[in-house]
DNA sequence: CATTTCAGTGTACGCGTGTACACCAATGTG
DNA sequence: CACATTGGTGTACACGCGTACACTGAAATG
């Protein structure tokens, strides 16, 4: 009873392998059309009405496979967040890597943020939120476990966050040298904001 | 001998007055056509050809206008930065301002970056990096003078561009209340910033 | 086995697009 | 004053688009 079902959520995923596999930085999803997605997966225009209800519909699933992925990489990272000494340098590293073997899906994420509907912008928020939430709750336990506190933890993990994920947006088109300097600078920059995020908690005291 | 060129100006100017009254927070650059433009500008379509190549060139011309605005915030803030005590809440809530009066400028600027074509997202990040260089610059100078010196004044200036400007970005599509939340925010990210940087060039002596 | 369901097809339509071409009328030039 | 330059117009074209409609054939159902 599901030889239908089945074929049917494999041309959904054609789908969105097509209009995935048409993105790059010079093409965003908002510029890319039904019948150019529908040609790329195979299919007759008509056909992509059966799986999705417009483009808007599939940038939002498109953006669900994203949030997926990037919960992937914020997993990983958790895990070195406790075994790891130099837990930045990792976690940027792991990022990077995750980026570099899924460019498309990041792409959607971390550069075309500020286009396209309102519910499709709200969708990545939602995805980011989270990955900030987590990190903020994180950052809370491990700054307790080693008794260096930190200053108000969503806001330094908004601050990591941010600069995080717009030097990732960067890197995107980038050589993998240039790439490994902007890795090494990001390093940098988020052992300044726990730095500093340490000191104004101790200055609270 | 300049009645023919003062109209051509002024009709130029139309045509980038027309584009910047199109876009808006649903609205990309990017999905503007020709013919909306010039018949924003009140012109036939052909007329187009008489000012720009092509709509990528009429994009570089907005890049080039919203730059400027940005050199004028830029100029401003550097005054505070000798004047006032509190200069990261000043310089925010400047730019914070400056935003609000100009959103489509800088709506491009902020959220178009990872879009559009390659000398599109070149010019962007020029004039971005401009930015990056001068407060460098004025950071290197500020810490001197004060005797509390910074470390990697490049770096540093990069994070508190990045930081302020996708916060900036998001702000695009706030209220003013939870406008003014954010700002306060990037505050105090921005003072993490600055903190952690003075520690991180102790710490190197 | 007869019937229903439904993923996918082909044709067709109106629309907005970029732009080529021929043209006009006012300004600038010798 | 005669002529050249040029900003702007109107017409016309082929194109790709979203999507409505009628359809088919295989799988699912009773």
Redesign the interface.
């Known amino acids: 009873m599901s030889t239908r079902t089945d074929k049917k959520q494999q041309t959904r995923q054609n789908l969105i392998d097509a209009a995935l596999g048409l993105l790059n930085?010079?093409r965003?999803f908002?510029?890319l059309s039904l019948r150019e997605v529908a040609r790329e997966a195979g299919l007759a225009p008509n056909a992509f009405y059966r799986h999705f209800d417009d483009m808007e519909d599939l940038g939002l699933a498109l953006v669900d496979v994203a949030g997926q992925s990037l919960r992937t990489v914020m997993r990983e990272a958790r895990q070195k967040l406790v075994t790891s000494q130099s837990v930045l340098d990792v976690s940027v590293n792991a990022l990077f890597d995750h980026i570099a073997r899924e460019p498309q899906l990041f792409?959607m994420l971390?550069?075309?943020?500020?286009?396209?509907?309102?519910s499709w912008?709200r969708a990545i928020r939602t995805e980011i939120r989270y990955f900030t939430n987590e990190l903020a709750e994180d950052l809370e336990r491990l700054g307790q476990a080693k008794e260096r506190p930190i200053?108000?933890a969503y806001?330094?993990a908004?601050?990591i966050v941010?600069?995080t994920f717009?030097?990732a947006?960067n890197a995107?088109?980038m050589s993998a040298d240039s790439r490994s300097e902007l890795a090494a600078?990001l390093v940098?920059?988020l052992?300044?904001?726990?730095?500093?995020?340490e000191?104004?908690a101790e200055a609270r005291d």
Not at 110 to 118: H, M, N
Not at 191 to 197: A, T
């Open positions: 930085q010079q965003s908002g510029s792409h971390l550069r075309e943020q500020g286009t396209g509907s309102e912008r200053a108000d806001t330094t908004d601050a941010a600069i717009g030097g947006g995107l088109s600078r940098l920059q052992r300044m904001i726990m730095l500093g995020s000191r104004m």
